[in-house]
Nanobody, 125 residues
Framework: QVQLVESGGGLVQAGGSLRLSCAAS????????MGWYRQAPGKQRELVAT???????NYADSVKGRFTISRDNAKNTVYLQMNSLKPEDTAVYYC???????????????????WGQGTQVTVSS
């Protein structure tokens, strides 16, 4: 019923920039919080940034001042602008929506814990 699809990853040199996008599709009524996580090889998945529908944001200390999360509520899309990239930012980046209200057969349902398929970001030194 609900899918998250990321785009925008790639290979960039240290100091460069990338912009990730994540579009939620389906008969969506409301998504409150959306966020980005990342997982580097051999490491656990970690929080990068989150944003509520009202625009409140939260960032991991490692990306503060370099990354900016934003969203377009009308398009159910969240973005991650990544500047001053470092080799340690190399990871698969995942979009996440913890709670989504959607329509089906004329009713509203609440689904939980949606993840995108991930997009690779590689930063070369």
């Amino acid at each position: 019923q609900v899918q998250l699809v990321e785009s925008g990853g790639g290979l960039v040199q240290a100091g460069g920039s990338l912009r990730l996008s994540c579009a939620a599709s389906g008969s969506i009524v409301n998504i409150n919080a959306m966020g980005w996580y990342r997982q580097a090889p051999g490491k656990q998945r970690e929080l990068v940034a989150t944003i509520t529908s009202g625009g409140s944001t939260n960032y991991a200390d490692s990306v503060k001042g370099r990354f900016t999360i934003s969203r377009d509520n009308a398009k159910n899309t969240v973005y991650l602008q990544m500047n001053s990239l470092k080799p340690e930012d190399t990871a698969v980046y995942y979009c996440h929506a913890p709670v989504v209200v959607y329509r089906s057969i004329g009713l509203h349902f609440t689904g939980k814990d949606y993840w995108g398929q991930g997009t690779q970001v590689t930063v070369s030194s």
